[in-house]
Structure formats: C-alpha cells, structure tokens
C-alpha cells in the first residue's frame, strides 16, 4: 500500500509562500504522475497541481496557475509545491496522491488511500 506523507504547512499572512513536502514510500516512485489536492472547510476536496512521471510535464487548476509550481526528486522521492503570492482563498489542507498516469490526477479526486495532510491557513 502506498505511504504518503505531507509535511511543510503553516500559518502566513496573505501575500507570503510556503513550500509543501510530500514524501511517498512507492517502489517505482519514478514511474508514477503525482498530484497534489486540497480540501478546505465544508468543501470537496480539489485538484490543484500534477507532475507526469518523468517530471516533464505539469498541470494546474486554473485558480492557482502563476503561483504554485509543482516539481518532484526522484531521488528523495519526494514531491513539492512551492505556493507563493497566497490569498486567503488558499486555506486548506493540502494532500498529495499518486497515479500511472496524470490524466488520472487531473480527471478525478477518488483515490483508495490519503495522507493526513498538511495544514495551510492565510490570514488576511
């Protein structure tokens, strides 16, 4: 079963970044798209950003194009979001999740298995 752990979350006034970790326990780590979700209060949880397998392509939800970017270490294992110019809007907690394919990441939220998540509040 895939471990996925996210990590990097925090409190920040509006306007300020944070980069979001997750760390995924895949054997073939390096042939898998990963995602990342978030789910704020009383709402659905939401596709925000993935990476293909290869780490050459990226995908953004319309709502954080120019202030996020994804990006993944093969080697760690490891997956990022580096979410900047934050607004108050962004407060959720945020979630990674893996996949063979990105349209999969992009094209649906139902996955078997989640992290805990990482908190990420923004204050005005």
């Known amino acids: 079963q895939v471990q996925l752990i996210e990590s990097g979350g925090g409190l920040v006034q509006a306007g300020g970044s944070l980069r979001l970790s997750c760390t995924a326990s895949?054997?073939?780590?390096?042939?898998?798209?990963m995602g990342w979700f978030r789910q704020a209060p009383g709402k659905e949880r939401e596709f925000v950003a993935a990476?293909?397998?290869?780490?050459?392509?990226?995908y953004y939800a319309d709502s954080v194009k120019g202030r996020f970017t994804i990006s993944r270490d093969f080697a760690a294992k490891t997956v990022y979001l580096q979410v900047n110019s934050l607004k108050p809007e962004d407060t959720a907690v945020y979630y990674c999740?893996?996949?063979?394919?990105?349209?999969?990441?992009?094209?649906?939220?139902?996955?078997?298995?989640w992290g805990q998540g990482t908190q990420v509040t923004v204050s005005s």
């Open positions: 999740n893996a996949a063979p394919a990105m349209a999969t990441l992009t094209g649906t939220t139902k996955f078997d298995s």
């Open positions: 895949i054997r073939t780590f390096s042939t898998y798209a």
């Open positions: 990476i293909s397998w290869t780490g050459d392509s990226t």
